[in-house]
């Protein structure tokens, strides 16, 4: 967090290639591939099931400011309220590229 906190406290300006480096940008692509890029990783999300990509997205959203525990809860609920989806269902896409 130093570098988050540098750069919050002080409003410094940074370029692409820092902001890559120091992770605050995913992908570093010349503005010629960007929309490739986009659509890339759009279709890639896009097959997974809407539910799952939904809700983990919401669980990352639950969890700022949570402790471990609450994560835990937040996790649990939802995978109470998922139960019904396996993960072959819900990551189809993933588990073919990276396996089980």
């Known amino acids: 967090w130093p570098i988050a906190k540098e750069l919050l406290f002080t409003g410094r300006i940074i370029e692409a290639e820092e902001a890559h480096r120091i992770g605050l940008l995913n992908h570093l692509v010349p503005c010629y591939q960007l929309r490739t890029k986009t659509m890339e990783l759009a279709t890639t999300i896009a097959k ?19 402790n471990l525990e609450g994560q835990w809860a937040n996790e649990n ?3 109470n309220k ?10 189809p896409d993933f588990l073919a590229r990276k396996g089980r």
């Open 48 to 66: 997974h099931r809407r539910e799952s990509v939904m809700g983990t997205k919401a669980l990352l959203l639950q969890h700022m400011g949570c």
């Open 77 to 79: 609920n939802y995978t």
């Open 82 to 91: 998922v139960r019904g989806y396996g993960v072959e269902d819900a990551f």
